[in-house]
């Protein structure tokens, strides 16, 4: 397989929409494939590109030279190749980014520094004994004279090593060279493994079930395309359809693929297809280190892992002969790339099941609006488990006004006195409660009260979170930190409280209200360190932990029989976010986080603490009402234009300068004007968080009845932003988003 000439034009990881030309030197011909990663010189800098193609056209000026051929065999089969390449085109993000995001090899390529003697040196090193032996510049010529050395190791021996060595290569005498090497990649972790296939013992399947399956098992014996949306309430026993699925794909000769949206989930899940399908597991989230990422990738593209599960980046892995796809929870919100490319994983992986001619099943009991649209359109096929395993009863919820209770109680409290005596009732019984409050910190900001002042952040245009455990005040845009502050750094004043409340405080107030219960915090302040995740949530699952609270990351797959009280302790955080999928946002977080309670033999009760209990996601969600939900959403999507009623991205403009903001901003704006036809513009307006990271935000909202009319027109403002020479980070565009914030 020889290159068809000795140039290639290859893709870097830059943010830019285009390749570049290298010619190939003579060494590299035969390795130089499409699919094949070089490294190449950028500039001053040397990168890792990805070729795309190699031929016979010299360029107009002169190529540089590939400096090496890292594989040796592509590492992006063709099939990959063409999903990267409607990645960029479906979300306007340049090629590179794209591809460096579906490779998981970086952690088998070390990049070195060492230093190595030049002829000069040698003979420099031979007349050394004439120099005092405690020299430094000595010392290292010394430690050269046998083969080159580590700057590490450099250092370690020899006292100011790196000012020693700068100037013994300026002087000529040692030469500064990067190396580059392959390691030998360790196996991934993630969960028990048997050398061979584990048969567990399959539950028997409802009706329902069989139902569902049956279908599912139709469209793989026919190896065509279809999308189906699997629509089954918490505790439905979706995972079971999964397992089944996957199972007939596998006695098939085809390979399946797992997506779930959190790394959280990843062990739970991964248990249990360990269990059925032994070894054939393979496990890709970004937790695991890259040369574990680098040796599940390699079991996959080998053939020995026939069974990927992973989070959003795992819609990438290699694997061949794909039968199935599955996404579980494909609401969520995770499987949005919040960086460039802003891809989502759902999206994508059903994008991958159409190339490769597989089955693809969208498991939830919150479908997006988008996703349950498409099933009304018949465009996916809707399957539905409507009751739980064993026909447990869904839990009863109730709605507590928190309006009155204040007026009843006189107390601003975060607990209503029903929910009180609800988990006391739990405690005595020894049974298990779980708390959701989606806000981090102890509270939401601190205020001056006599003059009125918040502590903003210095990056960002929000304020800043009490953290009391960190004893910091921190931004959760940015990370930027404060110490908490003892007076107002306004007016000196020493009469500052902490206003509102998240996951931390309600944590506090815990202990102080029940000092004899067992109390764990899961958010992403209480789960940084590694493997704390699964350590709080095993205990929790063997009973060693009585009451949990945390944000959103609580309210998603966990199975955990003994839980029989969830409460929502302000079901009200995020309805009032100016983003038109805020209700819905709110009504799926209530709805999973309900779906905890009760999953064992003893019924569960649910409590929504509310401001605001006649909203329509509050009253839904309360009554487990999905079909109502998406009755009311999806007629005020129609008559505001939003998805999926049309194609949408939105449209932000940043510089660190806000005259330069704002000037961008409106050149984009005269360019919208008039509207192109098909299109209807909002802005550009000043983004809901104005400043992030020390970049000045304006926003604008594009919305088209043709998915093709909007691309042509946002490939208008790259094209123009490339006129102008804006910087490459100055335009953001985001195809399908999920948040306007």
């Known amino acids: 397989m020889t290159p068809a000439g ?32 070089v490294l190449v010189p950028f500039g001053a800098r040397q990168l890792t590109g990805v070729i795309l193609r190699t ?21 992006l089969e063709p099939d990959l190749m063409q999903l990267a390449h409607w990645i960029a085109e479906y979300y306007c993000a340049p090629l590179g980014e794209v591809i460096k995001s579906m490779l998981p090899l970086t952690g088998e390529l070390r990049h070195k520094v060492q230093f190595s003697l030049t002829a000069t040196g040698h003979d420099v090193t031979r007349q050394a004994t004439l120099v005092a032996g405690d020299d430094p510049e000595t010392k290292i010529l010394e430690l050269l004279i ?62 329902d079930q069989w139902a569902a399956f049956d279908a599912i098992y139709a469209a793989l014996e026919a190896k065509r395309f279809e999308a189906f949306l699997l629509h089954g309430v918490t505790g439905s026993g979706k995972t079971e359809v999964y397992l089944r699925a996957i199972d007939a794909a596998l006695a098939m000769g085809r390979n399946a693929l797992l997506l779930v949206p959190e790394i959280g989930l ?12 032994g070894a054939q597991v393979a496990i890709l989230h970004s937790a695991v280190g890259d040369a574990e990422r680098a040796s599940e990738w390699r079991r996959i593209r080998s053939g020995e892992a026939r069974v990927l599960v992973g989070t959003r980046s795992g819609v990438f892995a290699p694997v061949d002969n794909l039968g199935l796809v599955i996404v579980d929870e494909e609401h969520d919100a995770s499987y949005k790339q919040q960086q460039s490319p802003r891809y989502n994983g759902r999206d994508v992986a059903l994008m991958r099941a159409k190339q490769a001619g597989a089955v693809a099943v969208l498991g939830s009991a919150t479908p997006s609006v988008e996703t349950r649209y498409n099933a009304d359109q018949r465009k996916y096929t809707l399957l539905r488990l409507p009751e739980r395993i064993a026909r447990r009863p869904l839990p009863q919820v109730e709605i507590l006004d928190m309006r009155v209770e204040f007026l009843e109680t006189k107390q601003h409290g975060m607990f209503s006195r029903k929910l009180i005596a609800e988990i006391t009732e739990r405690l005595a019984q020894r049974e298990q409660t779980i708390l959701l409050l989606n806000r981090r910190g102890f509270s939401n900001f601190m205020l001056c009260r006599a003059c009125g002042e918040r502590l903003p952040c210095a990056n960002c245009s929000v304020v800043l979170t009490h953290h009391k455990r960190d004893r910091r005040m921190l931004c959760h845009y940015c990370g930027y930190a404060e110490k908490v502050p003892r007076e107002c750094p306004k007016c000196s004043s020493d009469h ?75 079901a009200d955080v995020g309805l009032a976010l100016p983003d038109f999928r805020a209700a819905e946002r709110s009504f799926q977080l209530m709805t999973q986080a309900a779906g905890r309670a009760g999953r064992g033999s003893t019924p569960g009760k649910v409590i929504f603490q509310t401001y605001n209990p006649e909203h329509y996601a509050v009253r839904f969600a309360a009554a487990q009402d999905y079909d109502g ?32 903001a704002l000037r961008m901003s409106t050149q984009l704006g005269h360019l919208l004007f008039p509207p192109p036809e098909g299109v209807r513009v909002m802005g550009p307006a000043e983004a809901p968080v104005a400043r992030v990271k020390n970049e000045f935000r304006y926003q604008i909202l594009l919305k088209a009845g043709k998915r093709s009319v909007l691309r042509r027109t946002l490939r208008e403002l790259q094209a123009f932003a490339e006129r102008e020479e804006w910087n490459p980070t100055a335009l953001l565009i985001d195809v399908d988003p999920i948040s306007v914030m």
């Open 6 to 37: 000795r140039f290639c034009e290859v893709s870097v990881p830059v943010p830019v929409y285009q390749s570049f030309t290298y010619s190939v030197p003579a060494q590299f011909e035969a390795k130089a494939l499409a699919g094949c990663r």
């Open 55 to 75: 031929h016979g056209d010299p360029p107009e000026q002169a190529a540089r030279e590939v400096l090496r051929v890292l594989d040796e065999q592509p590492v």
């Open 146 to 207: 046998d083969r080159p050395r580590s700057v590490e190791y450099l250092t370690r021996k020899v006292r100011a090593a790196a000012a020693v060595l700068r100037k013994l290569v300026r002087d000529g005498l040692v030469a500064r060279e990067e190396v580059h090497s392959e390691r030998q990649a360790r196996r991934a972790t993630g969960g028990s493994r048997s050398s061979e296939t584990v048969e567990g013992s399959p539950h028997t399947l409802n009706f």
């Open 266 to 277: 990843t062990p739970a899940v991964a248990g249990q297809f360990f269990q059925r399908f």
């Open 496 to 570: 500052i409280q902490f206003v509102g409340a998240g996951s931390e405080r309600i944590e506090h107030e815990l202990h102080e209200r029940f000092p004899e219960a067992r109390v764990a915090r899961m958010d992403r302040d209480a789960v940084r360190a590694k493997g704390s995740f699964e350590r709080i949530l095993e205990a929790f699952r063997e009973g060693d932990i009585d009451i949990i609270i945390g944000t959103q990351m609580i309210a998603k797959g966990h199975d955990v029989p003994n839980v029989t009280l969830v409460g929502v302790v302000l």
């Open 629 to 660: 939900f998406y009755a009311k959403e999806v007629e005020f999507r129609k008559w505001l234009r939003y998805p999926p009623f049309s194609a949408f991205a939105n449209v932000i403009v940043r510089a660190p300068q806000k005259d330069d």
